[in-house]
């Protein structure tokens, strides 16, 4: 096919998609598969390689990621009826004390969201941030930014999330390697977020309107919380195994336990396992019934149809490129530029994330080159 169709053809399909979510306000799946097809038609593909990218895009985006979105749903929804992610916050904050909350509001958010969706993890967060707010006087920016760069990278970056998994997957990248990674680049974004945030917010800025917030919030009761290392024990458990597979295949000494790890390290394997630890330590043990826990879990599945849904036609927009050959021309491309590829590369990255919003979506989008 003529490169500069298929560039015309995917800036075309682009816009389109852009304009259904912007501007008429079109949900999301049906935006990004009107413009996938788009691509697929001005580009001129045979009508069953379109159906072919379609049905290849869904097939493969969900294989890697519908049991983790569902397992994360259940495991969150446990976390915060149990007050879980208020017993981590909470503590990491007297620990920290007022000075340095907004590292620990960034380091919580960063733990919160390997397990939990980004939006839950801000509902169950962000009341602490709006007290600690009013109590010292500040910005809630001051403390709401740092919790926000937590919450995004940990969602983003580490496993258990669907988003890097799926990535790693694609890239053939092991998962105890992004886990160590993500965690450096998630305190390390903490750190800057916080630093400015801090410089320009610390006392130029104050927002009443999170003290009125406040108001309406009753103090959290410390006594009803679980224990604080009980909840890191629980949410350490599928890093743990993740890391341990990847451990046990370079040490030579622990090559006899790489099968058992190779097994227990697989994503899904793992958060089961931490869900079902929730349930009966958070759960049961708290003084939930099975019926309870039933109920708060097979609600918290409630959205993930519509996540599932979207991500799976990022996914065919992402495939829709790829078979088109729009890959190859843009590596091509990008080969003979003189632009450095890791710059091309996030420049990509944050244009798709900007336009979708959802990062696990973007990430599903960005095409094979």
């Not at 937590?150 to 999330?161: D, S």
Request: hydrophobic letters at 55%; proline letters at 5%.
């Amino acid at each position: 096919l003529n490169p500069v169709r298929l560039v015309a053809a995917a800036l075309i399909g682009l816009v389109i998609l852009l304009v259904l979510i912007i501007k008429f306000k079109i949900q999301a799946m049906v935006a990004i598969l009107i413009g996938a097809i788009s691509i697929g038609l001005i580009a001129g593909m045979p009508f069953e390689n379109i159906v072919t990218a379609v049905n290849d895009g869904i097939g493969n985006t969900l294989k890697g990621i519908a049991l983790l979105v569902g397992l994360g749903s259940m495991f969150g929804a446990i976390l915060e009826v149990s007050g879980g992610a208020q017993t981590l916050a909470v503590t990491m904050v007297r620990r920290f004390g007022d000075k340095k909350a907004a590292w620990a509001l960034g380091i919580t958010g960063l733990v919160i969201a390997m397990p939990v969706f980004f939006d839950a993890g801000l509902i169950i967060l962000i009341p602490l941030a709006f007290s600690l707010a009013k109590r010292t006087r500040r910005s809630s920016l001051f403390y709401a930014i740092p919790l926000l760069a937590g919450l995004a990278v940990g969602h983003a970056f580490i496993p258990p999330t669907p988003g890097p998994v799926l990535v790693a997957t694609m890239l053939n990248v092991d998962l105890g390697w992004v886990i160590m990674v993500g965690i450096f680049c998630g305190v390390f974004c903490n750190d800057r977020s916080r630093s400015c945030v801090g410089f320009h917010l610390r006392k130029e800025i104050y927002d009443p309107c999170s003290e009125h917030v406040v108001q309406s919030r009753n103090d959290i009761d410390e006594s009803k919380l679980p224990n604080f290392w009980t909840i890191v024990g629980i949410i350490l458990i599928p890093l743990v195994l993740i890391i341990m597979d990847s451990v046990c295949g370079v040490v030579p000494a622990l090559s006899a336990l790489a099968p058992v790890f190779s097994f227990l390290g697989e994503p899904f394997v793992a958060l089961l396992i931490a869900t079902v630890a929730a349930m009966f330590i958070l759960g049961i043990r708290h003084g939930y019934t099975t019926e309870e826990l039933e109920k708060v879990m097979t609600k918290s599945l409630e959205p993930t149809g519509l996540i599932l849904l979207v991500t799976a036609c990022g996914g065919v927009l992402r495939y829709m490129l790829q078979y088109s050959g729009l890959g190859e021309v843009i590596g091509d491309a990008v080969s003979s530029a003189n632009l450095p590829i890791v710059v091309v590369a996030f420049v990509v990255a944050a244009l798709v994330r900007i336009s979708v919003g959802s990062s696990t979506v973007a990430m599903t989008m960005q095409p094979e080159s």
